[in-house]
């Protein structure tokens, strides 16, 4: 009996000291942000729904997006044709990207974080990897073509802005394939940082200052992204002043190669081995190994085994049960 007055009072302190959005009581901490493990599984989560998406779907997504990169040429021409400051003239060039990013549609530069991840965890292979990219690519590059078309043989640009594209456009033409690989490798860091930033990030104003902020420095910098870069090529070859094989070769070959190893090595390897071993145990199940054996990974299976719940099952985890 002595002992229940003492219990009620311990019970109403602890009512007390719990808000009443469930946080802990006084003397706790709550943790406001992903810890690196937590945006890491995020990323797995994401990568999982879209190495099952078809090639159809990943196609038009990747098109979509590959035509959403003229905005930021159209609008970086415009108004660098408009100032002679470069600061002003690149206040807008994030616009296709921030586009991109919050619509969701795909990248190429983007996908050198979470489809990789996927296979670092040994739950998707390489050849789904490479599939991934491919497609993406295909579709950033037709949808860059279209727009570069447009701008080339259309009124959308005055005479002005027109010299000026053509102008920006060269810059990349006539630069050394070592200083596009290394510039390129630093955009490369930039985008696919974003990527790995944009799955800590809670709500949609963070999200966009963050993609703004980070974008805006390729402009800045004097950086190379492959999808622009491309868009710009195609557009001197679609006026008649420069040759698409060379440009391919000397240009934008270049860029690819340094987006790819700069997203890959600088951001995705680095973070991943930064996270810590507990992130293994969720892809084992009531004792079952989830991940690909090597062979698998290198080419036995086109996509891993999942582990990562949702609420709608594909062909491939049917397949798994």
């Known amino acids: 009996m002595d002992d229940e007055p003492g219990a009620d009072e311990e019970s109403l302190r602890d009512a007390v000291e719990r808000s009443r959005s469930g946080a802990p009581a006084v003397g706790e901490v709550v943790r406001d942000r992903f810890g690196t493990d937590e945006v890491f599984q995020r990323i797995i989560a994401a990568a999982d729904e879209e190495i099952d998406t078809g090639t159809r779907e990943l196609f038009f997504s990747s098109l979509a997006a590959g035509f ?73 590059f037709a949808g860059g073509l279209f727009g570069a078309l447009i701008l080339a043989r259309t ?63 390729i ?28 440009g391919l070769v000397g240009f934008v070959f270049p860029v690819l190669l340094g987006n790819t190893v700069g997203g890959v090595v600088l951001v995705t390897l680095v973070n991943y081995f930064q996270t810590t071993e507990r992130r293994v145990e969720s892809t084992r199940e009531d004792g079952v190994e989830r991940q690909l054996s090597l062979r698998e990974l290198v080419g036995g299976s086109s996509v891993g085994r999942t582990y990562v719940p949702t609420d709608k099952p594909t062909k491939r985890r049917r397949e798994n049960e």
């Open 68 to 140: 959403a990169i003229t905005l930021t040429f159209l609008i970086y021409s415009s108004m660098t044709a408009k100032t002679d400051n470069p600061v002003l003239a690149a206040m807008l060039y994030p616009i296709g990207f921030i586009y991109i990013i919050l619509g969701g549609y795909q990248l190429y530069t983007e996908n050198t974080v979470p489809p990789v991840a996927l296979v670092l965890e040994r739950l998707a292979s390489l050849p789904a990897l490479f599939r991934t990219w491919v497609v993406v690519a295909v579709g950033n």
């Open 155 to 217: 009124g959308v640009f005055s005479p002005e802005t027109a010299a000026v594209a053509v102008d920006i456009s060269r810059k990349g033409v006539e630069t050394g394939f070592f200083d596009l690989f290394f510039k390129a490798g630093f955009a490369g860091l930039i985008v696919a940082g974003v990527v790995w930033l944009d799955f800590a990030a809670r709500d949609t104003v963070s999200r966009f200052f963050l993609i703004y902020t980070a974008f805006l420095l």
């Open 219 to 246: 402009p800045l910098a004097d950086l190379f992204h492959v999808v622009v870069s491309f868009t710009e090529l195609m557009y001197l070859v679609f006026l008649g002043e420069a040759a698409l094989r060379s």
